[in-house]
């Protein structure tokens, strides 16, 4: 898969049934259990909440996924490849129905505060300008004030609540203008 590296981090292309980036993504997934109370939710809204943040599989058309060398220094160099390191951070890009939506933005807990959110968010972006994008949605929640920061800070607008998402009183929404 494509790749480009920037001051010792890897930038690689992978499906998203990547094990790495899955790994990932369980992990935002637990996060936001604490954060949202999931586990009080009412039947209702956790059937609600299940049908909105469904994702098919079909429609993720692009996933970044960060890598950064081993803090042991591990290894000698030999056998080394592209695709080793510590996975750190994951975005996608999913077509929803026409319109190129950010999903599942993740940086590891433990590499936050070092701008990998930052060059996350620029690669993602690229590959959406690559297939033609001139805007970029994204739905977010009001228990995420880091990410809400983040994508402001990045030229992201908020805008009305989307499908699916109208019944997630939490969300927040955003777009992106891409140059």
Known sequence: MPSSASSSVTVLDVPWSDPRASALRDSLDAEMSIRYGIGERSPEMAAIAEKAFFIDPATMIETVLLLVPAEDGAGDGAGDSVDDGVPVATASLRDLNGVLEVKRVIVAAEHRGRGLS?????????????????????????????????YESLGYVPIP?????????????????LP
């Not at 959406?128 to 983040?150: F, N, W, Y």
């Not at 609540?161 to 955003?174: D, H, K």
């Open 161 to 177: 609540v989307y499908e699916p998402y109208t019944l997630i009183t939490r969300s927040l929404c955003f777009e992106k203008s």
């Open 118 to 150: 930052r060059m996350l968010m620029a690669a993602i972006e690229e590959r959406a300008r690559r297939r033609g994008a001139g805007r970029l949605i994204l739905q977010t929640g009001d228990q995420q004030p880091e990410a809400v920061a983040l």
